[in-house]
């Protein structure tokens, strides 16, 4: 199993850019695809992103696709999600998730192990 642990969550405005961190715990990291997700008050939990065991594949929503950058450090056992141009509506909660498999899932019932959150606030 992993314990996940997210970071890097803030304040921002408008068109500025956060790095999200997601530190595992264990030594079977690389045996699980990561996922970044997000959610709202009032609203289902979204795929953001994801990347396979190795990182040499990603998969994003099309609403991030272009501004956001899902990477992994397998040697630092931790997931990183670069935003830029944020926008107001990327205002979430966001939560990285592991999944033990080799191939990118957007369900949220595929992931086996999920992280705290952290909020993510976009806003002038």
């Known amino acids: 199993q992993v314990q996940l642990v997210e970071s890097g969550g803030g304040l921002v405005q408008p068109g500025g850019s956060l790095r999200l961190s997601c530190a595992a715990s264990?030594?079977?990291?690389?045996?699980?695809?990561m996922g970044w997700f997000r959610q709202v008050p009032g609203k289902e939990r979204e795929f953001v992103a994801g990347?396979?065991?190795?990182?040499?594949?990603?998969y994003y929503a099309d609403s991030v696709k272009g501004r956001f950058t899902i990477s992994r450090d397998n040697a630092k056992n931790t997931v990183y999600l670069q935003m830029n141009s944020l926008k107001p509506e990327d205002t979430a909660v966001y939560y990285c998730?592991?999944?033990?498999?080799?191939?990118?899932?957007?369900?949220?019932?595929?992931?086996?192990?999920w992280g705290q959150g952290t909020q993510v606030t976009v806003s002038s």
């Open positions: 264990g030594r079977t990291f690389g045996s699980y695809v």
């Open positions: 998730a592991a999944d033990l498999s080799s191939v990118i899932s957007r369900g949220i019932y595929e992931y086996d192990y």
């Open positions: 990347v396979t065991r190795t990182g040499g594949r990603t």
